[in-house]
């Protein structure tokens, strides 16, 4: 998630071998009299008779790079075997592409860089500085498709997340009966990250943790290169806090629990959002042991065939990423699979406008696999998850392991 060559930083379409297939299906529909004159009339931006040229807006730097490190290349993987089998009614997906440095103003610039200058279709997003642009998107009715971590994704309607990591309003009991079942009582919340979500991702924490009868003793902010986390430790220690959560990039978790075993703060839970990948264990492992992260789609540790899928795509169409196991590459792969499945309900000759309408009455969304549990898009806007699966670092801190159960639920709080 953290390393990559920055050969990748230059702006690419994703090419994979097509089959040469003639397009089947003409504008008026199956009847029409279609062929190649038919499809070469869609007038969409971003649509010719033999592509479609989706934008890829997504964290390349800053302090979010940490959480999208391989989403690329999950998008990549994803979009190389769609355009090998054909792509989407004889046409290939390609991509043009802006990094926002992790900045809600890049973000504004790089969706407009895309719309403007490059003229995509739709936008395929993996960030957490999505309100940048949510409104200017809306405004021009473009499809826009990704991680749903911030409030911005469940305000507005052309936007579409497999999940939804925090709303304007309510909670859910799943992770304060997860911290009380480990034996959690008093707790701080931690932020690696400023703004409007990050406060009301803590509010959901809050009221998920005081229903269960957590008490909240402290709420930090820290930044892994200026925060003095000796001192935070002794801080946690004196209060007595036994559980540490929040919005915790994993830089700064790898710095705040040594601080915290090398004071005596006996934490009974760690429970963080982020962090699920083996190229973090590779750096930072011992120092993360025991951690618990839940995730919002099936842990590679379960080896499906969607599993097997994704990784063996990510080795052919993504191979400079390694290991292919990430959390971000699914993340990537997902975002990218709405994208297609978007475009299959948008019909042959898809408008942004179609898409739309076509993926929100999608009623089954699975992620090929992917997901613990299909999605209705038609009514999941603006609900946020209830189902989570968990998993835990080991106590050497060399791999991930899946809890019994892995998949828990909890209760709306409103």
């Known amino acids: ?61 800053g302090a979010g790079q940490s959480a999208f490190g391989a989403y690329r290349g999950g998008v990549d993987a994803r979009l190389g075997i ?16 802006r990094d926002d440095a992790s900045d809600p103003a890049q973000n504004l610039v790089g969706a407009q860089n895309l719309v403007q200058a490059d003229g995509v279709f739709g936008v395929i997003e993996g960030t957490t500085v999505a309100a940048g642009s949510a409104q200017y998107l809306d405004g021009q009715a473009i499809p826009v498709v990704g991680v749903g971590g911030e409030i911005a994704w469940t305000e507005h309607a052309n936007m579409f997340a497999w999940s939804y990591y925090t709303t304007r309003t309510g909670s859910n009991s799943v992770w304060g ?57 002794q ?111 948008a019909g042959p000759c898809p408008t942004r406008e179609s898409f739309i309408r076509g993926l929100r009455a999608v009623r089954d969304y699975d992620g090929g696999g992917l997901l613990p549990h299909s999605v209705d898009f038609a009514v999941n806007r603006g609900q946020l998850s209830s189902c989570w699966d968990f998993v835990r670092v080991s106590d050497d801190g060399s791999r991930f392991i899946p809890l019994q159960p892995v998949a828990r639920c909890g209760n709306p709080l409103t």
């Open 1 to 61: 998630m953290f390393l990559r060559s920055r050969s990748l930083a230059r702006t690419a379409t994703v090419v994979a071998a097509a089959s040469g297939l003639a397009i089947l299906s003409a504008c008026d529909g199956p009847g029409g009299a279609g062929g190649h004159s038919a499809a070469s009339s869609c007038t969409a931006p971003g649509v010719t008779r033999t592509e479609i040229k989706a934008g890829l807006l997504f964290s390349d730097s």
């Open 82 to 97: 769609a355009n090998a089998t054909g792509g989407i009614d004889g046409r290939k997906i390609v991509y043009s592409w």
């Open 177 to 233: 009966d997860f911290i009380r079942s480990q034996g959690g009582t008093r707790a701080v919340l931690i932020n690696s990250a400023a703004g409007d979500a990050t406060q009301n991702f803590h509010r959901q924490l809050s009221e998920s943790l005081r229903s269960a009868g957590v008490d909240i003793d402290q709420t930090f902010d820290v930044t892994a290169g200026m925060t003095n986390f000796d001192s935070l430790a």
């Open 235 to 345: 801080r946690m220690k004196a209060a007595h806090i036994d559980t540490l959560t929040g919005s915790v990039f994993p830089d700064a978790l790898a710095r705040i629990l040594p601080a915290a075993r090398a004071a005596g703060v006996n934490l009974k839970v760690v429970l963080a959002p982020l962090g699920y990948d083996p190229t973090l264990l590779a750096l930072m492992g011992p120092a993360l042991a025991h951690t618990v992260m839940y995730l919002d789609f099936v842990p590679f540790e379960l080896n499906t065939a969607a599993h097997s899928q994704l990784v063996s795509a990510m080795e052919t169409y993504a191979p400079q990423v390694q290991p292919p196991a990430q959390e971000s590459a699914a993340f990537g792969w997902l975002s990218a699979d709405m994208f297609l499945r978007g475009l299959q309900a």
